[in-house]
């Protein structure tokens, strides 16, 4: 680059001193410039910022599925959020970090389903009917919002880690900021989302609060068995029983979603 930057400003003096003669004067310049070597681009500003976007964005992707898989397990989240969230973050992955942290579609555009239960529960005794038929889609829904939001506040405690440590200078700062206001953007969607399924959908918002907390008992029960079994401290057959009886009060959780007149409703207006 810098070969034919030296070679093009030869060649511009070169053309602006052989231009005065008057023995030249027909000459069609033109054409003659045409023969000119081509201005080379300018360099890129901060190539190394460019650069590291990417790489810092995969780096966050990371940490994104490493909290999903832990909430998950926490039973903070069940497991068709937790599929959910894994294919949005594979689908970013799939662009090798040049995507920007806040092109979610799949999430949000699941999310803004439940805009034609906002329009139809405006209907006179439609509210109630709906609100009941379709609690177990705004379950989904909310805790598919609220593990966003917990993904997204992991991946600013990386940045504040990132930006602490001696691998980003002072420098690359600019890089953290603006990976900063991609995921702040989530954030504030979903939060915006969150507070409005809960103002127009109040009682199917209770009962979200309700299933994520009786979801989060069970798997805390489940992990104490299992860490007494690894203590010694219970049987395997014993646990066994127990394991079975915390499965039942799982499966109790979604038993009207399974129903004919469920799965019905929602393959009518979801799918």
Not at 47 to 53: D, E, G, I, V, Y
Request: net charge neutral.
């Amino acid at each position: 680059m810098k070969t034919k930057a030296i070679r093009y400003f030869q060649t511009d003096r070169t053309l602006t001193r052989i231009v005065s003669p008057p023995l030249l004067e027909g000459a069609n310049w033109h054409k003659v410039e045409s023969y000119m070597t081509a201005q080379p681009q300018e360099p890129a500003k901060n190539p190394q910022n460019k650069a590291m976007l990417p790489e810092i964005r995969l780096r966050v992707l990371d940490k994104e599925k490493a909290i999903c898989r832990e909430i998950y397990e926490e039973g903070v989240i069940s497991k068709p959020v937790f599929l959910r969230l894994m294919n949005s973050l594979d689908e970013l992955y799939d662009h090798d970090g040049n995507y920007p942290l806040n092109v979610r579609t799949s999430i949000f555009k699941f999310c803004q389903r439940t805009d034609l239960l906002n329009t139809l529960r405006n209907i006179p005794y439609l509210q109630n009917w709906m609100t009941f038929y379709f609690r177990e889609r705004i379950t989904v829904v909310y805790d598919l919002g609220r593990g966003f939001i917990i993904l997204q506040k992991g991946s600013l405690k990386l940045l504040e880690d990132l930006r602490a440590s001696e691998w980003v200078t002072g420098e690359q700062d600019s890089v953290l900021d603006t990976l900063r206001e991609e995921i702040n953007d989530n954030i504030n969607r979903m939060s915006a989302f969150i507070n409005n399924l809960a103002d127009n959908f109040p009682k199917a918002y209770g009962h979200a609060l309700t299933i994520k907390s009786i979801r989060m008992l069970l798997s805390n029960e489940r992990h104490t068995v299992k860490q007494l079994i690894s203590n010694g401290m219970l049987s395997e057959k014993d646990a066994e029983r127990i394991l079975d009886d915390i499965d039942e009060r799982t499966d109790e959780i979604n038993s009207f979603s399974h129903t004919f007149t469920a799965s019905f409703l929602r393959w009518l207006f979801f799918y």
